[in-house]
């Protein structure tokens, strides 16, 4: 492993941790978890989702998704409802408990973002998202187009 993939994956393993950390300590008392979070903060933004596109777009197993929005529907975040048009389609919407805490959560989720960027001016703050959504984009390729079992010399 060359050093640079070392430092990168380890510095992307210890943001990942310290954000889990972050955020579970602050979310305590709600019930609610990071691994939670991210699925009703998307859906404040898009209610309505499925359980499909919320996979698709975490680039999750479904089951993982089921889990989760299990929890939120246990803890009365979200309630899932048949799509009119095709029952066997589940619309996921955030409940009136659910949008209670859409300040508490996106508190939490600015602060982090506060901190973990803390030092960096805007311009690197964009050329950050920048080069990020181009891994994310190169990631996606690989298994996209099927790479996952090429060996590389």
Not at 102 to 124: D, P, R, Y
Request: glycine share 4%; hydrophobic share 35%; proline share 1%.
């Amino acid at each position: 492993m060359s050093e640079r993939h070392e430092q990168m994956t380890k510095d992307i393993a210890i943001i990942h941790r310290a954000e889990w950390v972050f955020k579970n300590e602050r979310l305590k008392d709600t019930g609610l978890s990071k691994g939670q979070l991210r699925y009703l903060y998307t859906l404040y933004r898009h209610d309505g989702l499925t359980q499909e596109a919320m996979a698709k777009r975490f680039m999750t197993d479904k089951a993982n998704v089921t889990r989760h929005m299990n929890r939120l529907e246990e803890l009365g975040m979200i309630c899932r409802e048949s799509d009119p048009s095709d029952k066997r389609v589940h619309r996921i919407f955030v409940t009136e408990k659910g949008w209670q805490l859409q300040e508490l959560i996106e508190e939490i989720t600015t602060k982090w973002s506060e901190c973990v960027t803390a030092g960096l001016s805007e311009n690197e703050k964009d050329e950050l998202l920048r080069l990020l959504d181009k891994m994310t984009a190169n990631s996606l390729e690989v298994i996209e187009r099927g790479y996952l079992n090429e060996r590389t010399e």
